[in-house]
Structure formats: structure tokens, C-alpha cells
């Protein structure tokens, strides 16, 4: 498996929620990668996958392919382990 990365805003009223899966999977033990979108870093990252609504999660392999992405939703905990397990 790749990494989950997870791009928010701190206004963002769905970001907390986003941050809260995340947090679950990383004690899960997959990797885990947290954009903070008023930064600098963050921004670039956040161009490079052209991401332009928080919270925006995407899904990796192990050769940076996208396997999947939610941006401006969250998705269930549930829908994210059967991507990742499929």
C-alpha cells in the first residue's frame, strides 16, 4: 500500500472529520500524509494533484498512482478499508 493523503483548511467545516479518519488509519498502520492548504508546502502539493476544495483525501499505491479521491466530501472509514483491502 502507498499513502492516504489528506489536504485541509482550518476553516473548513468537514477537514476535523477528514483529519479524524485519518488519525484512524494511521493506527492502522498505513501512511498517512496531512497538507495543511494555508502553507506553503501545502499549496503545492495541493497544485500538483489539483486540489481546489478541502478536505480533499486521496488514496496512493506504492507507485504514486491515484487509486481513488474524495475532494470537498469525506468518505466512510468503511469505504476507504475497502479500497485499500480490495
Not at 493523503?5 to 467545516?13: D, Y
Request: proline share 6%.
Amino acid at each position: 500500500m502507498g499513502s492516504i493523503k489528506i489536504f485541509t483548511k482550518n476553516e473548513c467545516p468537514k477537514c476535523p472529520a477528514a483529519k479524524e479518519i485519518g488519525g484512524i488509519l494511521q493506527q492502522e498502520g498505513l501512511e498517512v500524509l496531512y497538507y495543511d492548504m494555508e502553507t506553503p508546502h501545502g499549496l503545492a502539493e495541493a497544485a500538483f494533484y489539483s486540489v481546489l476544495s478541502t478536505p480533499t483525501i486521496i488514496i496512493e499505491d506504492e507507485h504514486e498512482r491515484i487509486l481513488a479521491g474524495w475532494r470537498g466530501s469525506v468518505p466512510t472509514l468503511q469505504e476507504i478499508q475497502g479500497l485499500i483491502r480490495a
